[in-house]
């Protein structure tokens, strides 16, 4: 199934989404940001973008439940009067005269978020930054929107306003935008350009050629067993570091091979709208995305990935040597 009007409609969720994103970043400083329990950065730009993809969905697919990361709380009464007011003002201002939302329907548009999620019938999954880091420091974040249907990614795309259109002019253009729909391949787009080019992991023969794709933060996976990885793979290439799924974007157009997202920690259980877009996105291109035991990520089981721990992307072709030495370096 090609789902037609879904792939239209997320790409015009995701693309205004990261206009509203840029918008932020313009307008807003680093310290006029808010801290969530867990200590992650959440910005203006978070309950923005989650504001204007939930209100394109439901006007569209008004029965799709959305599994989103965000809700309203911290911008609900006097105590989140500041935050609210730069919300409406910036998610108004990148739309049009006829689509002006009202404080509440901003509120109420954030927490159709909500949903459980599960393995039957359709939802969305939404990161509406994924990188929060990476945005605040002016480097790779993504507006991330998957559709899910029966528990199986279908749609994915992923907005990187940050991100050039090649990489090898890192100074170029930049806005690209990752499309794939399950059967149907994987294609890249600028913002400013509605033609899409098809893409595919770069044509590699051995570990020996890859490169890795790591995140900046340690926290987010361990750089030490990655080392250990690498050379067991015969890797020597520097790896590239950036935030969020822009990884997952970055080695399924050929930039980078390999994705590792290792555990740090016993406990840590990832969320299904940091992976969704982009597993789709990566098996389209030619690659294979499978949890540290080699098992495929598990998106039925509600809002997160409880089944799984860590995450390896890579090329088909390499993904066992990947996961061998993987296994190997982890003691698993």
Known sequence: MYYSKERSVAIQAVLSA???CQSVFQHLVANETLTKNDKSPVTVADFSAQAIVNTCLEK??????????????????DAGKILR????????GVLNENEKLSEQQILDAIDRGNY???????????DPIDGTKGFLRGGQYAVCLALIVDGAVQLGVVGCPNLPINHKEPEGERGSLFIAVRGHGAFQRTFSDEKETPIQFADILSTEEATFCESVEAGHSSHGDAIEIA???????????MDSQAKYCSISRGDADIYLRLPTSKTYIEKIWD???????????????????????DFSIGRTLEKNKGVIASKASIHDRVLEAVQKVLKI
């Open 18 to 20: 990261s206009k509203v």
């Open 60 to 77: 569209h697919f008004p029965n799709d439940p959305i599994v989103g990361e965000e809700d309203s709380k911290d911008l609900q009464g």
């Open 85 to 92: 007011e730069k919300v409406f003002s910036l998610t108004n």
């Open 116 to 126: 459980t999620g599960g393995a039957q019938g359709r939802h969305w999954a939404l």
């Open 231 to 241: 050379k067991e793979l015969g890797i020597t290439r520097e790896p590239v570091r």
């Open 275 to 297: 992976h969704a877009s982009g597993n789709v996105l990566v098996t389209e291109a030619g690659g294979k995305v499978t949890d540290i035991y080699g098992k495929p990520l």
